[in-house]
Each structure stands twice: as structure tokens, then as C-alpha cells.
């Protein structure tokens, strides 16, 4: 008996074609209705950043046309006679930003080690949660405990010890009346401190228990566990809450405007008094009365934000550096 083969029947291309969605159907499972708005979202981020530098560019124009690029490397800021430099303002804010960081690096990246990795989880909780808050205090809350409290302090026990044993340095020398670079740098070292300490903490429980487990397995002590094995896991995001700091102490106004002295002019010593961007905007805008006094500040203002930015490349580009040592190991 012959058997005949049967092919089965080719599939339609109906069949055969995936389904094809329209976009309302499209907008009712949702994926284009999140794509479009979380797009929306991000745009307008870029969308405010160009505003604002666009505003700030237009608004100096004055400023821009009558100094040129001598107004970033001149010493001069006399509103009397309408001549305007930036040299001692952006000195000022870097130097008092970078100071900050000196001192409240160690203190916050040993206090984030502590309580992530040392301290009993309830004391642990505790004591960030009184970090947090210390966060959210004003900084014009900062600047008078830095007049009645801390300037004391420096002037009479911390300024001569340092005096003492490092007067011989140029940064160390002259008179100290209290207001100055250095005061102004630990008042914003105490501000940026919380925010070092409870990034850093939140970076380092978030590695792997993996990584513990296996160091203490081999016989590692517990230090030895949270320095060889935590901590270089960790790294990046610790960097990272270094980086925001940075960000908030270049940006700082009133506590820097109290305890810094606010006078433009450029000094080795760090206990003489000086000036910052934030804070020559901040006393003298309102009293600016000519044109080109304004659009210097406005110019100013558009100076702070490149030194922002530009540092905070600088930033992404270190943490992009460790992302590829990380990878080439």
C-alpha cells in the first residue's frame, strides 16, 4: 500500500508576522508612556542647565566686553572706579573648598568605616541617624556656631599650637583675628562631613557579604577584612561622596560669608582674611547700582558655575579611571 506524504499547509503570513502593536495600544501597556516621560524628565535637566548658562552669558555681556578674559586673572575689584577682576574670588573658593576637604576627608571616610563596619548595628543606626540631621541644618546655623564658637577656639588653642610648630611655613604666618581662610575652611569641613559619612556608609554595606565572608574564611582579622577587602570594593562610591561634598563646599554662601572676612585680595598665609564667589555675590548684589557692577557679579556667578562644572568632570573622569583599573584586574 502506497503511502503518500502530506506537507502541512504553509503558514499565512498573518501567522508567521510578529504581532504588530499600534501606539495606543503601545501607550496602554505602558512603555511608551514611561519612555517618553522619563525622557521628558532627563530633558529637562539639560533644557534648565542651558537656560541658565545661556541667562547667566547673556547677562554679562557688559562684563565680558569690557575685561575680556583678564577679568579671571585680575587681582583688581574696585566698584568705585568700575574695575573688576575674578583672580582673588576664585582663589578664595578653591582654596577654602580644597582645605575642606584636607580635613574632613579622614575624619568622614573613618567615621563611614566605623559605622558600617566596626560599631554594633544599633549604635550604628544611632549615630546616622544624628549624622542625617546634622546634614539639614542651615548653614547660616553653621556660621554663627563658627563666630561664637569655633573662632574662639581656633584663636585661642588651635591657631598658636599650629603657629608653634609650623610657623615657618608662609601659610602659617601673620596674624590671626579670627576671620580667614582657615576658619572658613572648617566650617565647611564640620558642614560636608555628614554628607561624606553617610554616602560612604551606605557604599559600604551595599558590598557583598561575599567579600567578608571569604577574607575570614582565610583567617583575616576584621580590620584586615574592611581595609584589604571592603574598602577597595567600595571605593568608587566613596569617591563619589567625596566628589558631592567638593560640589557643596564650592557652593557654600552664608557660612563661608560670616567666618571668611570678605576681603578680595590674594594671601599665602591661610589666616588672613579673604573672599569667595558665592559670597561677594551674596553681600554686594543688592548694592551693585551701576550696569557693568552687575553684569561683573552675573559674570561671576557664570565663573562659579565652569569651576563647578569643570571639577566635576574632573571627578567623573577619576571615577571613570578606577572603573577601568577595576575592569583591567
Not at 541644618?137 to 584663636?155: D, K
Not at 564640620?190 to 557579604?209: D, G, H, K, N, Y
Not at 577574607?215 to 567600595?234: E, F, I, Q, R
Not at 558655575?305 to 577595576?326: D, H, P, Y
Amino acid at each position: 500500500m502506497a503511502s503518500t506524504a502530506t506537507t502541512p499547509p504553509a503558514p499565512s503570513s498573518a501567522q508567521d508576522a510578529p504581532e504588530k502593536l499600534s501606539l495606543l495600544e503601545k501607550f496602554k501597556k505602558g512603555d511608551e508612556a514611561a519612555f517618553l516621560i522619563t525622557f521628558a524628565s532627563a530633558l529637562t535637566i539639560i533644557l534648565i542647565t542651558c537656560l541658565l548658562v545661556q541667562r547667566l552669558w547673556a547677562d554679562s555681556a557688559l562684563s565680558r566686553h569690557a575685561f575680556g578674559w583678564h577679568f579671571l586673572a585680575s587681582s583688581d575689584w574696585d566698584p568705585v572706579n568700575d574695575q573688576y577682576g575674578a583672580l582673588p574670588f576664585i582663589y578664595g573658593t578653591v582654596l577654602t573648598a580644597f582645605l575642606a576637604l584636607i580635613i574632613a576627608v579622614p575624619v568622614g571616610m573613618g567615621a563611614a568605616i566605623f559605622l558600617a563596619e566596626l560599631a554594633p548595628r544599633k549604635l550604628s543606626n544611632v549615630l546616622t541617624f544624628m549624622i542625617e540631621l546634622l546634614a539639614a541644618v542651615p548653614s547660616v546655623i553653621y556660621g554663627l556656631l563658627g563666630i561664637f564658637v569655633l573662632l574662639p577656639i581656633l584663636r585661642d588653642r588651635i591657631v598658636p599650637v599650629l603657629q608653634g610648630v609650623f610657623g615657618f611655613l608662609p601659610i602659617f604666618k601673620g596674624a590671626f583675628y579670627g576671620v580667614s581662610y582657615f576658619s572658613a575652611a572648617c566650617v565647611l569641613a564640620i558642614m560636608i562631613v555628614p554628607f561624606i559619612v553617610s554616602i560612604s556608609r551606605e557604599v559600604l554595606l551595599a558590598v557583598p557579604q561575599s567579600q567578608r565572608e571569604a577574607m575570614m574564611a582565610l583567617g583575616a582579622t576584621k580590620w584586615d577584612v574592611t581595609w584589604k577587602s571592603v574598602v577597595p570594593y567600595a571605593q568608587r562610591g566613596m569617591a563619589g561622596s567625596i566628589f558631592l561634598a567638593l560640589a557643596r563646599a564650592l557652593g557654600e554662601t552664608m557660612a563661608v560669608t560670616m567666618v571668611i572676612g570678605n576681603v578680595p585680595s590674594i594671601t599665602a598665609s591661610l589666616l588672613s582674611p579673604g573672599y569667595t564667589i558665592a559670597a561677594v555675590i551674596a553681600n554686594e548684589f543688592t548694592e551693585a547700582t551701576g550696569d557693568l557692577y552687575v553684569n561683573a557679579l552675573i559674570e561671576l556667578a557664570l565663573v562659579l558655575f565652569a569651576v563647578t562644572m569643570i571639577i566635576n568632570a574632573l571627578a567623573r573622569l577619576l571615577m571613570l579611571g578606577m572603573k577601568s583599573q577595576e575592569t583591567a584586574h
